[in-house]
């Protein structure tokens, strides 16, 4: 009884399988973490991490919907970053932040140009993305960090973008700015997707290209929007960052692109295109920061980091395909 249930809720909602693995990480990492983890000033650090991540998530799963991948955004994500504390001394921030947004959007409309014009396989052009635009941001640098001045970090721009508690819960929780932009971005991409032609364009796009071309869909139109939408995504991610944490380097956002792309994984996107999950997206970017987290009040060294994600990607893949072979079994 209980199996026909669940049965049809699973094969509806690609993210069931997230959520359960958040519930069990939840309830480990407060049962063995002696409070250190489940308290509000680390509640508020998850979020603030979830947010920048969370952003950069969404657009690579936007991507990931058409059948294509990004694996440029980490390197989009720090470029951004750098534009905007380069400008945000000598502008307005909120000027900043747009010019900073605008360039990502502009990385996403290379790649997607690229990808639709020439037919290069996106990991190709994307891997070359991530490449030229990490070697400029360290070329700019020259090894050193931009910052903004900590006198200069006040007033309402700054506390929009990222550089201030926003609400103080006390006790609870604190929320950034960050994570409200996250919220924002959330809502209206749901708009987009589901009551807007694009969002069944772009499903229809990831599920058959040539399928998708017959039906009249503009396919490159739509795939080109998606690596823009990626793009400023990614740069906004940028700005909130570097908004809160008032300096940026070179790598700023090195390794992100496969952090996205896991938490897409995690959050039920398919990478072969067709199907995607936006809250799913998220709750695996939540989990990946939720690790993170424990790692570093568990004193364990960072490095593990990387390990765990790839197992926790591995396993969630292969459990994921489990999970839906179950639940289409009659």
């Known amino acids: 009884m209980a199996d026909a249930a669940f049965k049809p809720l699973v094969r509806k909602h690609s993210e069931i399988g997230i959520f359960l693995i958040a519930i069990l990480l939840i309830v480990f990492f407060a049962a063995t973490s002696e409070g250190r983890w489940n308290n509000s000033y680390n509640i508020s ?22 059948g294509e991948i990004d694996i440029s955004v980490g390197s989009t994500f720090g470029m ?30 290379f790649n997607g140009y690229l990808v639709t014009k020439t037919g290069t396989p996106s990991l190709i052009i994307t891997l070359g993305s991530l490449m030229i635009f990490r070697g400029l941001a360290i070329a700019l640098t020259s090894g050193f960090a931009f910052s903004i001045p900590y ?28 994570f409200l932009w996250l919220i924002f971005a959330l809502v209206v991409l749901t708009v987009v997707l589901k009551l807007m032609p694009y969002g069944n364009h772009l499903l229809a796009v990831g599920g058959s290209s040539e399928s ?43 390794l992100m692109e496969l952090q996205a792309i896991a938490s897409c994984v995690l959050g039920g996107c398919l990478l072969a295109g067709g199907r995607i999950s936006l809250i799913g997206a998220l709750m695996g970017a939540f989990v990946l920061s939720s690790i993170q987290s424990y790692l570093v009040v568990m004193a364990v060294r960072p490095q593990w980091f990387m390990v765990l994600l790839g197992i926790i990607v591995v396993f969630a893949a292969l459990g994921d395909k489990k999970l839906r072979h179950w639940a289409h079994k009659h």
């Open 151 to 178: 006198k200069e970090r006040g007033g309402f721009s700054y506390f929009i973008l990222g550089g201030d508690n926003m609400f103080n819960f006390g006790t609870f929780a604190g929320v950034n700015t960050g």
């Open 45 to 66: 650090t998850i979020l603030q991490i979830t947010a920048t991540l969370g952003l950069m998530t969404l657009g690579v799963a936007l991507v990931v919907g058409t």
């Open 212 to 254: 998708a071309h017959s039906r009249g869909i503009r396919v490159d139109r739509v795939k080109l929007k998606a690596f823009i939408i990626c793009g400023a995504l990614a740069g906004l991610g940028g700005v909130l960052e570097a908004g809160k944490l008032g300096s940026a380097d070179g790598s700023m956002g090195r």
């Open 80 to 109: 951004s970053a750098l534009i905007y504390l380069f400008l945000a001394v000598r502008v307005d921030p909120f000027i900043a932040a747009t010019a900073a947004v605008c360039v990502g959007a502009l990385i996403g409309a």
